[in-house]
């Protein structure tokens, strides 16, 4: 684990070498966290990225939710997606519970135009998939509100895995 005050030492580049990752595919927000720096402690640091994404206008914000890949599928995943959903035993699904997975996805992109996201850290397959049945009931404002939500979850999760406290 890197401690903060080694964060709050490296040069920008090093910076977004360590932490570019934590957004999915989406280097702008370590970039816009890192103006912040130094951090006070580790719970400053996450804040700077959720801020980051809040700050950000929708187009920014649909950008970084559709980074995001499917749950359940082999698609494009970097290392932390695939330990996250191994985690939650998105690895080991049967066929029915794949039919599933891929039918809500399906039903939630065309719903919503973008990903279902769940930070998964925590969580098992049967939790997912009852979040997954009552979210795609939701309006879009408020998926979008919860779909960000749960990206700022899961910059927690990892920034907490990396940071010391």
Partial sequence: MTTITTVNAMPLAEFLVSFGDIAEHSPWVAREAAQFRPFANRDEMIARF????????????????????????????????????????????????????????????????????????????????EAFEARVKNDPDTEFATAIAQVCRIFRFRLEDRVAP
Avoid: W
């Fill in 50 to 129: 959720e801020s980051a994404v809040r700050a950000a206008n929708r187009d920014a914000q649909l950008a970084l939710i559709c980074a995001h890949p499917d749950l359940a599928t082999r698609a494009r995943l970097t290392d932390d997606s695939t330990k996250e959903q191994a985690g939650a035993g998105l690895n080991t699904l049967t066929a029915e519970e794949f039919a599933r997975f891929t039918a809500l996805n399906d039903a939630y992109k065309a719903r919503f135009g973008f990903p279902f996201i769940f930070a998964v850290k925590g969580a098992t397959k049967h939790m997912i998939l």
